[in-house]
């Protein structure tokens, strides 16, 4: 065959499948909005699947079955669609899926994703108070940057990725900015304040209005033997777990000196007590109290988030875990700004917490105590994260 006539067969045969592929996105069917968010703040959720027997839409919106999100029956109509429609929601941030016969599924018709954990989820934002802080709004904004230190004290691992968001106006400026460590829970990494915790909307927009300092925030990896997020690092791309090796062992509180030195010697950081906050969630929170510690005159501003409190028998003879009571009153004796603890009133970890404030009370040890409704969820995290910001170097 004439090789012009090859050239020309195999470019219409191109052409035609591009053709055809174009046909299948704008007329192959229905154009499917879901989610929508209704003027009321109730939100419809829209599913094509006319060969399916049963769909469900499950998410952190509906009244959950112990551990397990709820859900709810869908309705299909004559075409095939698949709907729901929620009550009026409060402004916030919700994690949602579809169960089509059985099978958890990501809403084929929103892109906007998450991952906890192993766990992927489709999200929508309702408008009008917390939704509106976490969500891009028109003000200037600061910036993310994923990068690598060097953590020697680490037995583990000693080269690390690090996520540091610097706010708005800091690349064409020389100030100097006070430092907020901000630590996540059992199975995050240096992802997880960023994309499910909205930092960088929250501080951006909180920022903007006046309501917070500008600051550096940096978002670690407290797991010691990850190089980074799963899919991140030289192990390549492999499944997310919560069951690590070196997990609250001690080693992330007694190499934490790695962070503050790479962050001091790398940014336009100010290096002094007051000018350092850490917090964190969870087992960030279990960081956060040991670190601040262990470390008795490094932090000026403690938060703890549904923390996990103390070691377990096994870990207890790590140097770290030594003398709980004895360096808190050394931390007490150094002085401090502020010293923040927030829960959720159906939080596993509600006693653990009550337990150890009446430790502080014992000492004396001073503290701000905020108590939410809700459990151990991203849903209080957020918002626990929006009033303790704006609460710091001041």
Not at 244 to 270: C, H, K, P, W
Request: contains cysteine.
């Amino acid at each position: 065959m004439n090789k012009k006539i090859v050239t020309l067969t195999l470019a219409c045969l191109l052409c035609h499948s591009v053709l055809l592929a174009q046909q299948a996105l704008f007329w192959g069917g229905p154009q499917i909005t879901s989610p929508q968010v209704n003027p009321d703040n109730s939100v419809t959720f829209r599913l094509l699947a006319p060969d399916a027997k049963e769909v469900k839409l499950t998410g952190d919106f509906l009244p959950p079955q112990g551990w397990i999100p709820g859900s709810e029956p869908m309705t299909r109509d004559e075409k095939g669609v698949w709907s729901y429609t929620t009550k009026p929601l409060e402004s916030d941030l919700y994690g949602y899926a579809l169960l089509v016969d059985g099978l958890r599924m990501m809403d084929p018709n929103n892109v906007h994703q998450i991952r906890d954990v192993a766990t992927v989820t489709n999200i929508v934002i309702t408008p009008g108070g917390q939704g509106d802080l976490y969500s891009v709004q028109n003000v200037p904004h600061g910036t993310v940057t994923r990068t690598w230190y060097d953590s020697p004290s680490n037995k583990y691992v000693q080269k690390r990725r690090i996520t540091i968001y610097t706010p708005p106006g800091y690349e064409q400026g020389k100030r100097k900015y006070p430092v907020f460590y901000l630590l996540h829970g059992m199975g995050g990494d240096e992802e997880a304040w960023i994309n499910l915790g909205r930092t960088s909307q929250i501080m951006d927009n909180l920022i903007a209005a006046g309501k917070a300092e500008p600051m550096i925030v940096v978002m670690t990896n407290g797991n010691v033997v990850q190089e980074a997020a799963p899919g991140e690092s030289s192990l390549g791309l492999y499944k997310p777990t919560m069951q690590l090796d070196g997990t609250m062992d001690g080693q992330f509180e007694a190499s934490f000196t790695d962070v503050i030195r790479y962050v001091e010697s790398n940014y336009r950081a100010i290096p002094k007590k007051n000018a350092r906050a850490i917090a964190g969630l969870s087992m960030g929170g279990y960081h956060t109290l040991h670190i601040s510690r262990y470390y008795p005159n490094t932090f000026g501003y403690i938060g703890l988030f549904s923390a996990a409190i103390m070691p377990d028998q096994s870990r207890a003879d790590s140097p770290v875990y030594r003398d709980v009571e004895g360096t808190l009153k050394k931390q007490h004796e150094n002085g401090y700004s502020l010293y923040w603890i927030a829960i959720g009133k159906d939080d596993f970890l509600y006693k653990a917490n009550v337990d150890y404030r009446a430790l502080l009370d014992k000492i004396d040890m001073p503290y701000v105590y905020r108590e939410s409704r809700g459990g151990h969820t991203w849903t209080n995290w957020r918002v626990y994260l929006s009033e303790f910001a704006p609460l710091l170097f001041k």
